[in-house]
């Protein structure tokens, strides 16, 4: 008897406890990347400041339940998932409501679960799932590392980009010896990178100096398009298809989907 194997999303969480380094412009435009790469793609907006809900297109005002009613259990995956008007591209909205989670689950035992029973279901429906964090360490991002195979980490190109990323690998690390074993680093991805600039060149440098083959090749450049992509609700893709920031994260999505840094056995957890 031929037996079918359950081929389950690869899902891969979003995250730096430093705002504003380019975590969800990499979401919004890396999901946007794997749809049309034929990937069946499932993006969670998992920070109650919703920018990847509104960078889609998305009208918070037109959403009556979202991520926050299906972490406390008022709604299944299948309520609270919509479509994007892009072919092979679901989102999971956020609303500010998303603040009470932190704050209502303190006491729940299993408050550090909630993500991962959320997507269970419906894991086998799609091909990644891309899951936004907030800029902490909070209860959503432990959430989003519990519910993720691997852990992307945006490294913005200026000065102190690299402290902090001790403190994160160590919450990895704590994530993977208890509630996630299965857990890895995707990979270091710099982004706002400026070649021109000898800032941005010695991050660089220091980054594959420390974190050597973990540092994804493609970089994402810093351009005034990509700033200006999630104002008009479009993936950068869709907004400038010939630009060269389109190009870098097809270039990055392609290296997600070679999965060739996870397989490599520098270890660092
Ligand atoms: P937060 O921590 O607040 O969630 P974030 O890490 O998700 O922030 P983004 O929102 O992706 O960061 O980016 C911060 C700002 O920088 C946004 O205004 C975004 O449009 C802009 N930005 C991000 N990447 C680039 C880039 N490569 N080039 C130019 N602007 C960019
Ligand atoms: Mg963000």
New binding site residues.
Partial sequence: MVRLKTIMAHTICIA?Q??????????VNLAAALSVANKKTLLVDC?P?A?ATTGLGIDKRNINKSLYHGLIGQADAADVICETGIAKLSLIPSKTDLIGFEIEMMADADRDKMLRELLAPCAKDYDYIII?C??SLSLLTLNAMTAANSVLI?LQCEFYALEGLGQLMQTVKRIKQGLNPGLNIEGILL??FDSRTNLSNQVADNAVKYFKNLVFKTR?????R??E??SYGKPIIFYDPSST?SKSYLDLAKEVRNGSRRKDKFVIL
């Fill in positions: 730096n430093k705002g504003g380094v380019g975590k969800t412009t990499t979401a920070d400041q920018n936004d907030p800029p945006t982004t706002m994402i450049p810093r351009t005034v990509l700033g992509a999630p920031s």
